[in-house]
């Protein structure tokens, strides 16, 4: 069989002379070298997010990295926004994502400011952890602020109980971790209703949260400040 004529495989072949190959930006390129199935977790829980999502028009991806997932979102929902406080990684985000997807690109610190408009739904995967403490809450009164009133936040973090066992580089400038009681109760300060799901990999389960490795965290409906 000649691979090149065929109909499961031809357009891939018209696709690579005429775009080249797809690009993954600084951060997806790294991991596919040294830790690969994790581009496959992280993949993931996009996919879930964008399911559980998906009767909502417009999203905000917070922290979206190098873009990775915004392929997904773009799949998904009708109005795509990526937002980040680091320039080069919102740069990163732009310049590797393929023309087809629409996305919007905004520099914003929610700790310090909400956006102009309003969007349905947001996600923010592995941002959490980053954010000190002391200045978590005004990162969630402001992302409140950026939704509408029956907007939904979905934030996916690492169970603190587990955060042994990873790789001790991973964890590098991430002083926020959180359990799933700690987790909840934040939650519960901002929104009127709460579900948190656990992950292991790439399967999402109601198991034991104590030893689960990732949550979900969903948080319906801002409560107004």
Known sequence: ??????????????????KGPYRFGPLSSEKLRVDPQYVMFQMSRYKHAARLLSNKNSILDIGPGDGIGLPI?????????AVDIDQHMLDNSQNFLDD???????????????LPNKFDSAVAFDVLSLIPPEIEKYWFQNICKSLEKDGIF????????????GNPLNHVDQPNFKDFDQLN?????????????????????????????????????????
């Not at 069989?1 to 005429?18: F, G, Q, T, W």
């Not at 979102?73 to 926004?81: A, E, G, K, P, R």
């Not at 087809?100 to 909400?114: A, T």
């Open 100 to 114: 087809e997807y629409k996305c919007n690109f905004i520099l914003n610190d929610f700790s310090m400011n909400p």
């Open 73 to 81: 979102l773009c799949s998904y929902f009708d109005n795509v926004t």
């Open 154 to 165: 979905l934030v996916g973090t690492q169970n603190k109980n587990i955060q042994h066992l």
């Open 1 to 18: 069989m000649d691979s090149k004529k065929s109909k499961l495989y031809s357009d891939a072949y018209k696709n690579i002379k005429s």
């Open 185 to 225: 109760s934040l939650f519960s300060e901002f929104f009127e209703n709460v579900l948190i799901l656990s992950m292991n990999d790439e399967t999402i389960h109601s198991g034991k949260r104590e030893t689960a490795q990732y949550f979900l965290a969903i948080g319906v409906a801002p409560i107004e400040a």
